[in-house]
């Protein structure tokens, strides 16, 4: 299940000031709208919140969001190569040319 999020960015122009409150705000708005639109995600989310709760300070939050972020790539590379063996059983032969191998991570070459 993939999911894109679209950022568009406000023009603010060159004089006004960044406001964090205001986008705070605005940031509070597009996830709850985001988990309207998908509830799959929420319980999801609980945890992130709950996680986040429990750090203390800004620098652990951030370490908190890497960890999870780590969990999820690991994750998503294990599903890779099940689907790589299963491609592989299958007969079909996947295009390795479209990729380069760096770092664990799977990187896509692409003009697009």
Not at 54 to 65: F, W
Not at 80 to 87: A, C, G, M, P, R
Request: charge should be neutral.
């Amino acid at each position: 299940m993939a999911n894109r999020l679209r950022i568009e960015l406000p023009d603010r122009g060159h004089d006004a000031p960044w406001n964090p409150e205001k986008a705070l705000a605005i940031a509070l708005a597009d996830k709850m709208a985001f988990l309207d639109q998908h509830p799959e995600y929420r319980e999801f989310q609980r945890e992130i919140d709950r996680l986040l709760d429990k750090a203390g300070n800004s620098e652990n939050r951030m370490t908190v969001l890497a960890m999870l972020m780590e969990g999820k790539l690991v994750e998503l590379h294990q599903q890779l190569q099940k689907l790589n063996k299963l491609l592989i059983k299958s007969g079909i032969k996947p295009d390795v040319n479209r990729y380069m191998h760096t770092n664990s991570d799977l990187v896509r070459i692409s003009n697009n």
